[in-house]
């Protein structure tokens, strides 16, 4: 007899999973070694209080009633339910708080196209440490696990949520057009943003400004050759920089349009890129005003890698099969 | 030989944007006579183009089965998802400014037929290769469609009762006009475009911008 599961969900079977054991033995082994103490939080959570957060590209999907009428869903990332945890457990407790986890989470699913709604993520969350210090750390943090798990050619993008939005109000966007162009970047659709700055009536240089800047990316020279503007973001981006030590900063690509999907990032936001996969194995950044929608306001940064993914991208790396490694 | 860019693989539509993609490359100078002879051969690894399908070509820039594709407008507007969730997982680099095309909502001359099923039946059957773009266009205009998908012809849709409309891209309007059928809206602007995909964007920074520098040059 065969019997269905859901799309976007499997079983693991022993081989792949003796696989991933080694995988998030040595994850959780680099974050314990550097001071984050795990924790676990139910998988089911009140609706009304993830939704304090706001998760965008990430909301929770899967609904369900209680006996008492209440809705309940299926947590879609870690970050919302340990901000909840810190405001709720640790109200008084000394800063910073540094916690790690490995715990599943659910997320919706277009038909065809392969995406997981159950997805088991790996990461840290480092609260109460303002940038640029707390954001080097977890940058740290982060080169360190997947390191530790062997991962060869990975980069790390890192940006700044508040760049874009500080270069638009530095010329003179008409708020009414901010939501557009900074929609069209997150698409990465640079077609459409072309378009819509052709519309804003703005002179030929601010518009230029606008969609050059964010095309930048690369190494340190990024920074050094940014245009004017957006000084605090790019301060930061420098400051975080070089904090870095040697070998996390040879690994870190400055992206000055990076921008995640999930709404509550306010300053660095980082992605991880290996070679061997088409797709972002992981990301992170800060998220300094969501402690505060829970009620205890705290500057913090995290990340989370998708344990599933880097299981794909080391194998095709060993491999040498990689999407992009030809 | 070489390539259209150092490291970079790239994805090329056969079918109508085939021609002037290949003008294009020529121009960036690519040896393009194999790509134009041999029409069963579909990986050219020596020239790193993969020749396909437009619509396979968000697929594989996606996956990162290749760093850089070019398809029509029509495509990404067809495979991008609906509701603000999410960014669509390719990029959009560059309107190249070929194939351009009108996406249009098209009915037998005369009174609309449209208008008439909207306004005694309350919703429209529309015929369309182009099912998501055309129910979300309904949508977002706040009228009531019956989206039939159909794989050839959609002229001959509205010919036999199967739809009171349609909506397809029209270059030229001629096959419209041979049918009998009049454009009543211009829905979206299409053309073609070059996308990459995420990853590549970042890891192979320097050589996409140097293709994107040699694009806007020719």
Redesign the interface.
Same mark, same amino acid.
């Given at each position: 007899m065969i019997h269905p599961i859901p799309s976007g969900t499997r079983d693991v079977l022993p081989d792949e999973m003796a696989e991933l054991r080694v995988i998030t033995e040595a994850l959780g082994e680099v974050f314990l070694d550097s001071g984050y103490g795990e924790v676990y939080t139910p998988a089911l959570e009140y609706e009304a209080v993830l939704a304090r957060a706001e998760l965008?590209? &990430? !909301?929770p999907t899967y609904r369900v009633f209680d006996e008492a009428g209440a809705t309940l869903v299926l947590r879609s990332d870690m970050t919302v339910p340990i901000a909840r945890v810190v405001a709720t457990r640790y109200q008084t407790a000394p800063l910073p708080l540094r916690f790690c986890y490995q715990a599943h989470c659910y997320r919706?699913v277009?038909p065809q196209r392969g995406q997981p709604r159950e997805l088991l993520q790996a990461g840290i969350e480092l609260i109460g440490a303002p940038a640029p210090g707390g954001t080097a750390e977890a940058l740290t943090v982060l080169c360190r696990a997947l390191d530790a798990v062997g991962l060869r050619d990975y980069?790390v993008?890192v940006g700044d949520a508040s760049f874009f939005p500080a270069l638009m109000e530095s010329v003179e966007v008409r708020p009414a057009q901010r939501e557009g162009l900074i929609g069209a970047l &997150? !698409?990465?659709?640079?077609?459409?943003l072309?378009r819509l700055l052709a519309a804003t009536g703005l002179p030929a240089r601010a518009r230029a400004l606008l969609l050059d800047a964010p095309?930048r990316?690369?190494g340190a020279e990024v920074l050094a050759r940014a245009p004017a503007g957006a000084a605090e973001a790019l301060a930061g981006m420098r400051q975080v920089r070089d904090l870095l030590e040697e070998g996390v900063a040879a690994r870190v690509?400055f992206?000055l349009g990076l921008?995640r999907?999930i709404g509550y990032y306010t300053g660095a936001v980082f992605e991880v890129?290996?070679?061997a996969?088409?797709?972002?194995i992981g990301g992170g950044g800060r998220y300094d005003d969501l402690l505060g929608r829970f009620g205890r306001a705290l500057p913090a940064v995290g990340f989370a890698i998708g344990v599933d993914r880097l299981h794909i991208a080391l194998t095709g790396e060993e491999r040498g099969t990689?999407?992009?490694a030809? | 030989m070489s390539t259209v860019a150092d490291g970079l693989t790239i994805a090329v539509p056969r079918g109508a944007l085939f021609a002037e993609t290949l003008e294009l490359l020529g121009r960036l100078g690519l040896d393009t006579g194999e790509l134009r002879t041999n029409d069963r051969k579909l990986l050219f690894q020596e020239l790193g183009v993969i020749t396909m399908r437009p619509s396979d070509v968000p697929t594989y820039v996606e996956a990162g089965a290749a760093d850089l594709g070019i398809t029509g407008k029509d495509v990404l507007l067809e495979q991008a998802h609906s509701g603000t969730d999410g960014a669509r997982t390719v990029y959009e680099l560059l309107d190249l400014g070929y194939g351009r095309c009108t996406m249009v909502l098209a009915t037998a001359a005369g009174e609309d037929p449209a208008a008439e099923a909207l306004r005694r039946l309350g919703v429209v059957r529309v015929a369309t290769k182009y099912p998501r773009l055309a129910a979300r266009y309904f949508d977002d205009t706040g009228r009531q469609a019956e989206i039939v998908e159909v794989k050839g012809s959609v002229e001959l849709a509205p010919l036999t009762g199967l739809a009171e409309a349609i909506v397809d891209l029209t270059a030229t309007g001629t096959t419209l006009q041979e049918n009998n059928l009049v454009v009543r809206e211009e829905i979206v602007q299409c053309s073609a475009r070059l996308i990459a995909n995420p990853v590549a964007h970042k890891l192979k920074a320097a050589a996409v911008d140097e293709l994107l520098e040699r694009v806007r040059a020719v």
């Open positions: 965008a590209g &990430a !909301r919706g277009r980069r993008g &997150a !698409r990465r659709d640079f077609v459409e072309e095309q990316r690369g690509i992206d921008i999907n890129y290996d070679p996969l088409g797709v972002p990689g999407a992009l030809r | -």
